[in-house]
């Protein structure tokens, strides 16, 4: 039930803030790395990413899948407020200190502890959710390897990815 709520709310919140990106682009660009080059189309994209995981975040057949996504995403988009701390870079023509950078980075760490927590990823299970949909053999595996470089595997298909 917390998991559906959580999922629900931060869903909503990854939809209206990716919308942002796109009724208000000039707002994100000056944070985004010079390094990146185009501004504008990183903005967008980011916007279409948040978008795509809090839609993932919304249907349970797809939450796990978005919330490893929404992992990698808040990693990645952290890089920008990295960047906006790092070079000093104003934000509506204000400057934030040190205080609100560090708390920017707990905020960024705790969302991406939740959602590992929504999508069941490791650390929170113990093993990862989708584990034994990867076990492609049944009982005893073989293998033996060869001074070419090659395999051989000896088993028995439980069932293929193909």
């Known amino acids: 039930m917390f998991r559906f709520i959580a999922s629900s709310l931060l869903g ?25 080059g185009v501004p504008e189309f990183w903005v967008l994209f980011s916007g279409i990413a948040e978008i795509t995981v809090g839609l993932g975040l919304l249907h349970p057949r ?37 205080p609100w950078h560090f708390v920017r980075l707990v905020i960024q760490i705790a969302l991406i502890l939740l959602l590992c927590w929504i999508g069941e990823i490791t650390p929170f299970k113990g093993k990862e959710k989708l584990y034994h949909q990867m076990d492609v053999f049944e009982g005893r595996i073989t293998s033996m390897g060869f001074s070419s470089g090659h395999r051989f595997v000896l088993g028995q298909w439980s069932s293929t990815p193909f």
Do not use: C, E, K
Request: aromatic share 18%; glycine share 4%; proline share 5%.
């Open 12 to 36: 909503s919140a990854l939809i209206w803030i990716g919308i942002d990106h796109f009724l208000n682009t000039d707002w994100y660009v000056p944070i985004v790395p010079s390094l990146l």
């Open 62 to 98: 797809t939450r796990t899948y978005a919330s490893l996504s929404g992992v990698w995403l808040m990693v990645f988009l952290y890089f920008a407020n990295a960047n906006m701390w790092i070079n000093n870079i104003p934000l509506d023509g204000i400057n934030y200190a040190n």
